[in-house]
């Protein structure tokens, strides 16, 4: 599903991991990772053997050791060395929750998302001051959140709403725009929705493609908050999500301004052609039998990867995946991605937008160009490249350049 470029670091040989592994280390800037407890883990993973299952035994331990050293920081009092290792086990955990459908436990991913989930909150209890945890009304379950502030004084602030993708947990949005935001001055809300963190993990609830319907009930709190500024909210899509920022900046005209990281307009054009070609037949029970038969047998141990790409789009894909296998019917999973798109919409975005391109993007490669000629608004396109360290898919080795990039965009623009 992916293609490996050649003149960049390489930690794995297998891509899919290999990305994970190298934003881990990126977001040693930020604190949720050590760069050597990170690659200490690869050296080990590397000589048991690599596999689906060695990665996430490895970081699965890893976070347990480093949540244990939480808690017994904690316990003596020190809580910038408690916070400090949540923070990273909740991160570690995050990799080994990546990989569990891989593991020989695929069934435990409810549990290891909930280990991960305790050490980030319990992380940001002992910030200063500390997350709060909301529930924004939504549906029957609610939307959780968590809204970030910079100290000092109480006061009306601009405000983005950071939106994650499809497989990145709330510890890895701290690294790619919510501490970038409160050092400048802003309001930080990390956000999950339908598809995303305990949504999909203990409610079953799959991703949706209106997410304009997400955001409004999200913008319909801050409104009511004294601490934001009601003119100055944006939204950033990361991975995934660029599409569907793009989508909600279509039809809520209170997003004063958009990020689409990566631009993007068509999840489906992600997926192999073959696959797509497979999918065009109108007969599912012919496409789903040539899927089973020729397909799935040739996927070996991209297996667990597909599963994982495909869980997000609804609950027997969820089921399928914790049973460790392949999703089975390959024409409703092609269907409901085929509906993940904000080509048919882009030009009804009036409020400026930043589109983000990646030099040697691996995942939605060739699209940020097309999004951004789409665009009915003001518009800003900017592409990073490997030659600053900042290639691939979301700049995994340099959240600092990407995060300077966005803010000083979004100052600019709603100053």
């Keep these: 599903m992916t293609t490996t470029p050649t003149d960049r670091l390489l930690l794995f040989a297998e891509p899919n991991l290999d990305l994970q592994t190298r934003a881990a ?28 299952r060695t990665y996430h035994d490895e970081f699965l331990a890893l976070g347990r050791r480093t949540a244990a050293a939480a808690e017994d920081a904690l316990r003596s009092g020190r809580a910038v060395s408690a916070r400090d290792a949540y923070l990273r086990a909740a991160k570690y955990l995050s990799l080994a929750l990546f990989s569990v459908i891989a593991s020989a436990r695929p069934a435990d991913e409810p549990a290891v998302f909930a280990q991960m989930q305790e050490c980030w909150h319990r992380a940001g209890e002992l910030f200063d001051p500390p997350v709060q945890r909301l529930r924004i009304p939504y549906g029957n379950v609610g939307l959780p959140a968590y809204l970030l502030t910079p100290g000092g004084k109480p006061r009306r602030r601009p405000t983005v709403i950071l939106v994650n993708g499809s497989d990145a947990q709330s510890v890895d949005l701290y690294a790619f725009g919510a501490c970038a935001a409160v050092e400048r001055g802003w309001n930080a809300l990390i956000l999950e929705g339908p598809g995303q963190g305990s949504l999909l993990f203990e409610h079953e609830i799959p991703f949706r493609p209106d997410w304009e319907h997400v955001v409004r009930p999200v913008i319909d709190h801050l409104l009511g908050s004294p601490l ?69 047998p040739q996927l070996g141990p991209a297996a667990p990867l597909l599963a994982k790409r495909a869980e997000i789009f609804g609950r027997q894909f969820l089921h399928d995946a914790r049973a460790g296998r392949a999703p089975r ?38 699209q940020h160009q097309r999004l951004f000629d789409l665009l009915g608004g003001p518009k800003q396109h900017i592409v990073l490249t490997t030659a600053q360290g900042a290639g691939d898919h979301c700049a995994p080795m340099a959240p600092q350049q990407r995060n300077a990039i966005v803010f000083d965009w979004l100052e600019r623009t709603l100053a």
């Excluded at 993007?264 to 992600?270: E, G, I, K, P």
């Design 228 to 296: 934001v500024d009601p003119d100055r909210i944006a939204l950033t899509g990361w991975s995934m999500c660029g599409i569907l920022a793009v989508r909600a900046a279509a039809f809520e005209s209170r997003i004063a301004a958009v990020v689409a990281d990566p631009g993007a307009v068509d999840n489906w054009l992600a997926w192999p052609k073959i696959w797509r070609d497979l999918a065009d037949n109108p007969d599912q029970e012919a496409v789903n039998r040539h899927w089973k038969e020729d397909v799935v």
């Design 329 to 366: 019917d390959f024409w409703t999973l092609a269907r409901t991605i085929q509906r993940f798109r904000c080509d048919d919409v882009a030009e009804l975005v009036t409020c400026p937008a930043l589109v983000l391109g990646y030099q040697d993007e691996n995942l939605i490669p060739g």
């Design 25 to 52: 280390l990126g977001a040693s800037a930020y604190r949720i990772a050590e760069a050597g407890e990170v690659l200490a883990a690869v050296d080990r993973i590397n000589q048991a053997g690599l596999s689906g």
